[in-house]
């Protein structure tokens, strides 16, 4: 069993900076794991954010979000970040952290789910 918990999230001015915070833990949860971010607006699918391989050195990101978030995380702590730049109204939504030990490919379908974290983006 792995358990996550994301944190991070609030209200943010449009072109603000968060950045969101995901723990990973629990018996089953391995450095091995692939770790990633998702998000949900109110009306619309789940979107793919990011997404990072256990080592750090390969990172995947949505295209709305290539170029503005930033993925990484810390193995010594079972840390997975999203660092958000420029934020934009339209990123309005709740943010959930994932893993599974299957590597990311674009039909990454995650086991394990945090509760989320909301932002939401003031213009």
């Known amino acids: 069993q792995v358990h996550l918990v994301e944190s991070g999230g609030g209200l943010v001015q449009a072109g603000g900076s968060p950045r969101l915070s995901c723990a990973a833990s629990?018996?089953?949860?391995?450095?091995?794991?692939?770790m990633g971010w998702y998000r949900r607006a109110p009306g619309q699918e789940r979107e793919f954010v990011a997404a990072?391989?256990?080592?750090?050195?390969?990172?995947y990101y949505g295209g709305s979000v290539k170029g503005r978030f930033t993925i990484s995380r810390d193995n010594a702590e079972n840390m997975v970040y999203l660092k958000m730049n420029s934020l934009k109204p339209a990123d309005t939504a709740r943010y959930y952290c994932a893993t599974d030990r299957a590597p990311w490919t674009t039909d990454w379908s995650p086991r394990y789910w945090g509760q989320g974290t909301q932002v939401t983006v003031s213009s």
């Open positions: 629990g018996p089953t949860f391995s450095h091995s794991y692939t």
């Open positions: 990072i391989d256990w080592s750090g050195n390969s990172k």
